[in-house]
């Protein structure tokens, strides 16, 4: 298996000697639109659950649509299966917001920036405390991306596996200055100085100069990686441009590898759902759910329910919020897109023409 040392929290508190009775309940949601007619509504009226959408004026309403019983061994395999789609979940969303902040640094510059004439220092302001904000979140993400997927790896994954990953984050910081000088950024932005104080223009040009004042980093004092202090006193400046793309580019050149060595840990855990012959529906939700006897109460209602329904039974469970009862919501929708999910900002196949195209509108605007 791929998981390393597989444990599931909620086992621990399923007395098995307490009836536990596990099964999966698949609701299906549908919207209300204002323009309905009388029986539609009237149907609505008894629907169970109401929940006022955010952002917009519909209504969802849930049915439970089917209750699939299973035994423990299937609910052990559902519960491996969710922690690998959150495994892969966690990569996804870390790697996606490394990339989202990178992009919306470069496009705020392409856009907004990028050879922009401004002579009189006050129309600056604005621009200043954009950039600051944008390169300060792009920084930012670059930390959080690397320490993310080395703690995900550490809960989740072998020595060997840690090993291999770290090892291609080395080569990342080992061969591009940009990676290493952005790690190191990220504390002198935290211990220190913002990245930009003021923005300058060409004295011949007036265009805005997307520069970092290094002279200004080294005389900080900032204890500086002995490796980068010694790469920043060869440089006048830092340009913010050339980092991006160089960002960019690391990145670029080693995601298929770390992507490839967390699906080969996983993928043989997200293959679970097709041994267990369940349905799938795009809009259906799924929870898996356990309940047990732990008390009398629990008793009590098994006898109130005449003929016994398992459905009132739960029912009843939730509106008394007993403690024996666990609820887990399955991710089934993400193994069904699975390989296509990776990189939300950017898919791996786009890197070289994206990364061409950034090189071009950042130099030849």
Request: glycine share 2%; net charge negative; charged share 25%.
């Amino acid at each position: 298996m791929g998981l390393n040392e597989y444990k599931n929290d909620v086992i621990k508190h399923i007395p098995l000697d307490k009836n536990p009775m596990f099964d999966i309940v698949v609701k299906n949601w549908a919207h209300q639109h204002e323009k309905q007619d009388l029986l539609q509504k009237i149907k609505n009226w008894f629907k169970p659950k109401k929940i006022k959408n955010q952002g917009n004026e519909e209504y969802k309403y849930q049915d439970i649509v089917e209750l699939i019983p299973i035994d423990l061994d299937k609910f052990n395999k559902l519960c491996e299966y969710n922690d690998a789609i959150s495994i892969f979940n966690e990569f996804d969303i870390s790697w996606s917001h490394l990339i989202h902040n990178l992009n919306d640094l470069q496009k705020f510059i392409n856009t907004q920036v990028s050879k922009k004439k401004v002579a009189i220092d006050s129309h600056k302001e604005g621009y200043l405390r954009e950039l600051n904000y944008k390169l300060i979140n792009a920084i930012s993400a670059v930390y959080i991306f690397y320490n993310n997927v080395e703690g995900l790896a550490e809960r989740n994954f072998s020595q060997e596996v840690q090993k291999e990953i770290k090892e291609i984050f080395n080569k990342i910081y080992d061969e591009f200055f940009a990676y290493r000088f952005s790690y190191q950024l990220r504390g002198y932005i935290n211990h220190k100085h913002l990245p930009l104080d003021a923005l300058f223009s060409d004295l011949t040009t007036d265009e805005i100069v997307l520069n970092l004042n290094v002279s200004k980093m080294l005389n900080s004092n900032y204890k500086w990686n002995a490796k980068v202090r010694e790469e920043l006193k060869e440089l006048d400046f830092i340009s913010i441009k050339s980092l991006i793309l160089n960002l960019f580019g690391g990145y670029f050149k080693y995601h298929n590898a770390l992507y490839k060595i967390i699906k080969t840990q996983i993928q043989p855990s997200t293959e679970i759902l097709k041994t267990l012959d369940l349905p799938f529906n795009l809009l259906h939700s799924y929870t898996l759910r356990v309940i047990w006897d732990l008390d009398e109460r629990v008793e009590k209602i098994k006898e109130q329910i005449e003929p016994f329904n398992k459905e009132d039974f739960f029912r009843i469970i939730q509106e008394e919020n007993l403690n024996n009862l666990l609820e887990l919501n399955l991710n089934l929708a993400a193994n069904e897109v699975f390989e296509q999910r990776m990189g939300y900002s950017l898919a791996p196949e786009h890197f070289p023409m994206f990364y061409a195209n950034l090189k071009k509108s950042f130099f030849e605007n």
